[in-house]
């Protein structure tokens, strides 16, 4: 582009900018319209499916796990928003949401026996005495998937492995990994002494007996009661540490 | 005093006013759309519409068995042409309840139009010109005859026009419109306490219903067999068309990324015409995302999805209450379980509550959300504050007991009000800010005063017997 020197110049150059500025904004509007288009026509193929598959997909469970991987595939998040498309249409926005406040409620009952990790077996099964009255099935996915959600408000709900079974943690504690493994060691029987733990994952004594404790005590920070249970009397005079969460106790009385 | 949009002051603008309007043919005049300065003029304007009352935090107060509908942004209410004194409304937010049209102006004034005033709802014109101008719907209402306020019980009739600017989408409105003025469902409140004994009557003969027969076991393994049958095959189809419909949302998602991109970049122009198109644009967009599934993300400029803002006003009027009783502070997860129960229907996912949240920093509402080390996050009052709380904490751990034993969790909680796992936090802030110790025992986990303040660094082995030092030594040998 010449630059002229002077007023004329100055005006060509401005008169320049606001043509580009123009057909900045045409385009601009030419995306946003393509994208209406688009968003109706989606809209009305996401209609088409909810009148054909609705039941489906609140009957059963196995559709619905389907249907959650799909989507994560994709990128797109039914469950982000209750106002959006997916939620308006297929209607399960208010079945995960109104899960996740049950799975709340439970693990807030459950918490004085277990420190705020449970089983999600357990807590699968709590949830299917407390849903006697719902017609719709429940399952594990379900749960993972109102869990992943309950995640973003901060308090700490997320579901780890501990070994094969999976424990849902409801306190903003930080497990590191070698509480993960006492946990792991722990599944045989329901309780460890110090002695296994230092046989089976070579520790120092020091370290089993630090690690012990600190599952033991109210100190992590979050949680009033601690995660293990001590049981200082048994016969061997050994001190045995029980954990609720991973033995199959599951007498709790329902809230 | 002058107009909040110009800045021309009131004198001004009412030379404005006249030199526009009484120069300007009447014909014409309806063309024009007038500067909205002139709603400021209070000789001109009259209140023709009754007043809708607002709570703190600028949401409508509902009353007794009213619901909302629908919600409609960038509205403008005219009146009839006959009444030249009416000054139209402008720029607001529309909400349809089951009874009244609301209008709420960003000003904070609003008004509200009573269904039962309605008489009539005009069908929408088409013609060349409907296409080119913002979608328009008209109603008629009924006013007094003097000046030409609402009046349910008036005599005359008035023509409002409702004019939608924003961009959305004035049919459904419409739509529901007819379905709330058929309704009528302020009138069922006057009938209610008349006819309950007949409504008695009604319920009980409606309750006998006839069941098809599907008796004894060949009736249930039927019912299985059907069950199974029509699963098998729905399912073939459930699949198919799941695929079909994911391929679509994918395209979306790439088109939605690409929108993203513009709304995280910022405003580009530097002209200030088209500064309120490109907001009403991103808007706009962020609205677009949150009904696909993508995270809309709250920018600088622009505060989410309308949903979300509405949804934050909504909360912050309903945790008042929830956030006495809990002293004060209350957990996210805590009003995320009692505000969906609340709810009943139409729940909220965590990520709306959280994104309501955090609109609270922009608007003016009277509570906060705070976030913890811990990563644990709470709802507090802004007029909340962790002084007095420490001064309390520090009135409570230098009591005789408390200097002898220390307090834990629990004691803090009963003393100060709160749930314990609100006190654990309070203690440890106190205790990151050099006011407590904790002492980790068998017996648990209490905590002190500080004492390592008052420890001079030249001899600390002076035992001192004044200051909290002094308080400390005779506690505890008062209790041997």
Known sequence: MNRRPGIGGLQAAAAARDQYRLLGASVAKRRTDLMKEQLVTFRSQLEDFARKHRNDIRKNPTFRAQFHEMCAKVGVDPLASNKGFWAELLGIGDFYYELGVQIVEICLAARPHNGGLINLQELCNLLGQKRKTAREAVSEDDCLQAISKLKVLGSGFEVISVGKKKLVRSVPTELNKDHNEILEVAQGQGYVTVEEVQRRLSWSAGRATDALETLLEASSCQSIEGLAMIDEGHRDGKCHYWFPCISSISSYVGS | ?480
């Open chain 2, 1 to 480: 005093m002058g107009c909040t949009w110009c800045e021309i002051s009131q004198l001004e603008s009412l030379e404005l006013y006249f030199s526009i309007h009484y120069n300007i043919d009447r014909q014409l005049r309806s063309n024009f759309t007038f500067h909205h300065c002139f709603d400021q003029i209070p000789q001109m304007s009259t209140r023709w519409l009754p007043a809708a009352q607002l709570t703190a935090s600028g949401r409508p107060v509902f009353i007794l068995g009213e619901v909302e509908s629908s919600l409609l942004s960038g509205v403008d209410i005219e009146p009839d042409d006959q009444y030249p004194n009416l000054s139209p409304l402008k720029s607001g937010i529309l909400i349809l309840t089951t009874h009244r049209l609301i209008w709420i102006s960003d000003s904070s004034s609003a008004f509200a139009i009573p269904l039962s005033a309605v008489t009539h709802i005009f069908s929408p014109k088409k013609s060349i010109k409907a296409m080119f101008a913002s979608p328009r719907i008209r109603i008629q209402v009924l006013v007094s005859p003097q000046n030409g306020c609402l009046d349910e019980k008036g005599s005359k009739s008035m023509v409002i026009t409702i004019v939608v600017r924003g961009k959305t989408d004035p049919e459904a409105f419409l739509g529901k419109l007819w379905e709330a003025w058929r309704g009528r469902a302020w009138e069922t409140l006057k009938e209610e306490s008349s006819s309950s004994t007949s409504t008695d009557e009604g319920s009980s003969r409606s309750g006998i219903r006839t069941r098809s027969a599907v008796v004894g076991v060949a009736g249930i393994l039927r019912k299985e067999q059907e069950m199974w049958e029509s699963t098998d095959k729905s399912l073939q189809d459930a699949f198919q068309d799941l695929n079909a419909l994911m391929d679509k949302a994918k395209e979306m998602v790439m088109l939605a990324e690409k929108m993203r991109q513009k709304l995280l970049s910022g405003p580009s122009t530097q002209g200030t015409g088209t500064n309120d198109e490109e907001i009403g644009s991103k808007q706009e967009m962020q609205d677009w995302m949150l009904s696909v599934g993508i995270a809309s993300p709250v920018t600088k400029e622009s505060a989410g999805a309308l949903y979300h803002q509405q949804l934050s006003r909504q909360l912050a009027d309903f945790v008042k209450i929830p956030l006495e009783k809990a002293g004060g502070m209350i957990s996210l997860i805590d009003i995320y379980c009692v505000f969906n129960r609340a709810r009943g229907t139409e729940l909220i996912s965590p990520e709306d509550l959280l994104q309501a949240c955090s609109i609270w920093e922009k608007i003016d509402v009277p509570v906060m959300l705070r976030k913890f080390d811990s990563g644990v996050m709470v709802i507090q009052n802004k007029s909340y504050s962790d002084e007095e709380v420490l001064a309390r904490i520090n009135a409570l751990v230098l009591k005789p007991d408390s200097l002898r034993s220390g307090i834990s969790a629990s004691d803090a909680a009963m003393a100060l009000g709160i749930a314990p796992a609100m006190a654990k936090e309070h203690l440890l802030t106190a205790e990151s800010k050099g006011l407590l110790c904790r002492d980790i025992s068998p017996d648990g986990f209490r905590f002190y005063v500080n004492l390592f303040g008052e420890i001079l660094t030249e001899d600390i082995y002076l035992v001192k017997d004044y200051g909290t030092y002094g308080t400390w030594i005779s506690a505890v040998l008062a209790s041997r």
